[in-house]
C-alpha cells in the first residue's frame, strides 16, 4: 500500500512524462531530509503503590483494617441463566478461613485455610489440598480489602493502563504473584474505590478467564465495603449478596484445617493467640504447649 505522499509524487512522475496533466512543479525534497516527526509521548501512569494506598484509605483506612481481627459473613448466590441459588458463610480470622457454600442440586462445597495451607472439598472433585496457583488463589480471595493486604500474597504490584468505562477513568493495576500469577485490579481514580478485578482461575480442570465486579458499598463501623459482587466467568455468571457482615466476630477456629482422620484438631489448637489479641502474644499454645517471650501459666481448663 502506498503512503498519500508517495502516490501523488508517482503521479507528478507519470504527469510530466506524458504532457497530460497540470504542469509538473519542483520535485518534492528528498525523503531522507525531510524532518522526523518526534514520536508521541507515553502518558505518565499513576504510581501503582500511591493509588493502593489511596484506595485502601477510601475504603476506612489502614488502621481501620489492622484493627480488624475477624468476621462472619453470609451471603446469597444466584447463578442466573443456570437458575441456580444458594448460600453462602465465611469465617475469617488472622488470614485463616473457612466458607462453606451450599446449592440444591448441586451440593455443599467447601473451602478453607489454616496458617497458609488451603484445602477444597465439593462434589465433584472431593476432599484435597490446594497447591500452586490454586492456593494463591483461595488466601488472597478471603481477604475484606486486597488493596490492604496485597503485599502478604503479591511481590509486585504496577500501574499497567488508565482506561474510561462508562464515563468512569479507570487504573488498571497489575499484580505479580510469587508463582508468576497474574492479577489485575481496576480502581476509579476518582473515588479511589475498586471497581473489578480480572485473574485466571485455577481449578482441576484447567483455568478460565474471570472478571469479580464490585457493587454496593455500604459502610460497616467505618469501613466501605461491597455487599454485592458480580462474578464473569465467561461460561456463567454468578451474583454474590451480603446478608449479613460481623466484624470482630467470634468465631470457630476449628473449621479452619482441613478436616480427615489423623488431622483432627482440638478447638483453638492451630490458632496463634497473638492474631486475635496482640496482648496474648507470650501466652502457651494448645498445640505447642511452648510459651511465647514471656513465661505465663497456662490458663486452666
Partial sequence: MMTRSLFAFTFCLVTACTGSGAPAGPLPEKMEDRPVAAPPIEPVLPDAEKLLAESVQAMGGAEKFASLKSFYAESTLNMGALGLTGVAKTWWRGGDFYNESEMPGVGQMKIGASGGKAWAEDPISGLRVLTGKESEQALWSATLCLACDWKRHFTKAETTAVKEV?????????????????????????????????????????????????KDFREVEGMKL????????????????????????????????????????????????????????????????????????????
Wanted: aromatic content about 4%.
Fill in 166 to 214: 462508562e464515563g468512569k477513568k479507570l487504573a488498571e493495576i497489575t499484580m505479580t504473584s510469587a508463582l508468576g500469577d497474574k492479577l489485575v485490579l481496576r480502581i476509579d481514580i476518582d473515588s479511589k474505590l475498586p471497581v473489578s478485578e480480572s485473574f485466571e482461575q485455577s481449578s482441576p480442570m484447567g483455568s478460565m478467564p474471570a472478571t469479580v465486579y464490585f
Fill in 226 to 301: 461491597p455487599f454485592e459482587q458480580l462474578v464473569d466467568a465467561s461460561l456463567t455468571k454468578a451474583v454474590s449478596t451480603t446478608t449479613k457482615l460481623e466484624l470482630n466476630a467470634v468465631v470457630d477456629d476449628t473449621k479452619f484445617a482441613m478436616p480427615g482422620a489423623g488431622q483432627a484438631v482440638t478447638p483453638g489448637a492451630l490458632v496463634d493467640p497473638a492474631k486475635v489479641d496482640p496482648t496474648r502474644a507470650a501466652e502457651p499454645t494448645k498445640a505447642t504447649g511452648k510459651p511465647g517471650k514471656t513465661k505465663q501459666k497456662p490458663a486452666s481448663g
